[in-house]
RNA sequence: GGGCCGUUAGCUCAGCUGGCAGAGCAGCUGACUCUUAAUCAGCGGGUCCGGGGUUCGAAUCCCCGACGGCCCCCCA
């Protein structure tokens, strides 16, 4: 962190120099008249003798990315946040100035003012009458052809990443209009947005282990939450119908392509529905972002193209094991399906549920082929402890599954809430931990006294943002998408 | 936690069976007032990830470690 090369010397000498020539290298407020999207977008169309009939004055603001100097004249590349154009430099306008623009380097921010032409090759230029240094780059960027290729480099150093690859501000740009159109899509469908703890006191509603943390003045033990469903049906009870929140979840699990400690979780709740109601919503919901925030529905995934014109096939998770080879035998006899998987080459632990087992066999044989958008209906009651049970089979509940990509992006089910059979169900999580099953939910004891005051029949439904991200850009690694992803420490 | 791969100049990368550490870009000096991978001439720049070992000699071979990537495991 501390070396100091000599391209940084050079340029430390150089904000001397210009310290020397009356330039301040760390600048002023700078009001600009235009951002370099809107220039090309307004003037692009116009022809040089337009442009010199009726000069255009602007004033833009950014950060030399190239430079061709010449001895009396010079080319540079400005790029603002919304896009770059080339400026040109000349002694002849520029006077004593010039000297300052010869300190110049890659990376520095300037702002400057002039009027448009075209250059011989036709490209739109800003000659510039005046410049200001408004900030001096001590460390050079990456070359111009390669970037910044080092993937280590890229995720330590974002900012140099985000200088340098358009791509990568392409998709922060694409996740905040992503997570914009979420909440107008359910704002305009009257739902609130809430926030409730990151700091729990139980960690509830999902089956992770969590990060534990300590408050000083409260000498206790605090975890970082690793859902905020349990939060949030608390509220259902306290009387709002259409809730939301759209905030960090922290699992303290492996890191992967598809895993950071920390991500983004979108959860809603509607009172008066059930699972049913949810899979078109949700169909309506990935619609809307698709054609908002790609305008398309046919999404390029890799190799493939996502299909996202609704409806989606809605398939039993039974069905869709049974499908793929398994016997239908195994499906409600434990034993067997432990052997079968067994033999099949899957890992599976003696203490699991014959739920898990069939979990951990779709993992293996259905999950892969699940490319387009579909929905897994219908889950073993023994994997989802707060979701209600199907009428017409106990053993099952009303719970679905959103597959896209081989990749989970949805989970949604109705809620169970019938405080006595919540506090059993709660009761066989505390049998399963006490197993050593570390994922296992805790009893929540007010959770069950809230539903003894009565929750209304609703349907919840958590979705990953951060897959989501990965899915509308096309992206292989949830690195991609989160700015800051979790590394080790540097040394 | 396990397996495979990677780490050489600011950046992108060569460096073969072990024999003086290289190129392009970036930088510096000079020339150049329409270039855009500007051009031309010259110059500087290295903890070869770290530590051991083998060897007359290690960027190169061996061992240990760090960090990263991919694939498993776990999870969403």
């Known amino acids: 962190m501390e070396e100091v090369n000599d391209l ?51 004033t833009i603001a950014g950060r030399i990315i190239a430079m061709r100097n010449f001895g009396k004249a010079a080319f540079a590349h400005i790029q603002d946040s919304a896009g770059r154009i080339q400026v040109y430099f000349r002694k002849d306008i520029l006077g004593k100035k010039f000297s300052i623009m010869k300190k110049l380097d890659i990376g520095d921010i300037i702002g400057l003012n002039g009027i448009l032409f075209r250059t011989k090759t036709d490209e739109l230029t800003v000659e510039v009458k005046g410049f200001e240094l408004l900030t001096k780059s001590l460390r050079p960027l990456p070359e111009k052809w390669h970037g910044l290729r080092d993937i280590e480099q890229r995720y330590r150093q974002r900012y140099v990443d985000l200088i340098v690859n358009p791509e ?33 006191q139980i960690p509830g509603g999902a089956t992770a282990r969590p990060f534990i943390t300590h408050h000083n003045a409260l000498g206790i033990d605090l975890y970082l939450r690793i859902a905020p469903e349990l939060y949030l049906k608390r509220l259902l009870v306290g009387g709002f119908e259409r809730i939301f929140e759209l905030n960090r979840n922290f699992r303290n699990e492996g890191i992967s392509t598809k895993h950071n400690p920390e991500f ?29 925030v790609i305008g398309s529905l046919k999404i390029p995934c890799g190799d493939d193209t996502i299909d996202l014109t609704p409806p989606w096939p809605r398939i039993p998770l039974y069905d869709a094991l049974v499908r793929k080879g398994v016997p239908e035998d195994i499906l409600r006899d434990r034993e067997r399906a432990f052997s079968w998987a067994r033999q099949n080459g899957i890992a599976v632990k003696p203490e699991d549920s014959c739920g898990k087992i069939l979990d951990e066999i779709f993992k293996e044989k259905v999950e892969p082929y699940l490319i387009q958008p579909t929905f897994i209906i219908d889950y073993p009651v023994e994997l989802s402890p707060l979701a209600k049970r199907k009428k017409d089979n106990p053993e099952l509940v009303e719970r679905f599954e959103l597959f896209i990509a081989s990749r989970e992006i949805v ?26 099953d570390e994922e296992a939910h805790r009893m929540d004891e007010d959770y069950v006294r809230a539903l003894e005051y009565g929750m209304p029949p609703a349907a919840g439904e958590g979705i990953g943002i951060d897959r989501l991200v990965m899915l509308l850009t096309n992206s292989a690694s949830i690195r991609d998408v989160i700015i800051f992803p979790q590394l080790k420490p540097e040394k």
């Open 411 to 436: 989970n949604a089910f109705s809620e169970l809430n019938d405080p006595a059979e919540q506090k059993q169900r709660f009761q066989s999580q505390v049998e399963a931990k006490e197993k050593g």
């Open 264 to 292: 983004t979780m979108l959860e809603f709740y509607i009172a008066y529905k059930d699972y049913n109601f949810l899979m078109p919503f949700t169909e309506d919901l990935f619609k809307y972002l698709a054609e908002t």
């Open 8 to 58: 940084i010397k050079q340029r430390v000498q150089k904000l001397d120099d210009l310290r020397e020539l009356d330039s301040d290298p760390y600048g002023r407020p700078f009001d600009t008249t235009h951002d370099t999207k809107v220039i090309h977008s307004q003037y692009g169309k116009l022809d040089r003798e337009s442009l010199e009939k009726s000069p255009i004055q602007v």
């Open 168 to 200: 990568v501000r392409e998709i922060v740009r694409k996740r905040s209009r992503i997570i914009k159109s979420i909440r107008d899509f359910l704002e305009s469908r009257d739902f609130i947005e809430v926030e409730t703890p990151m700091m729990q």
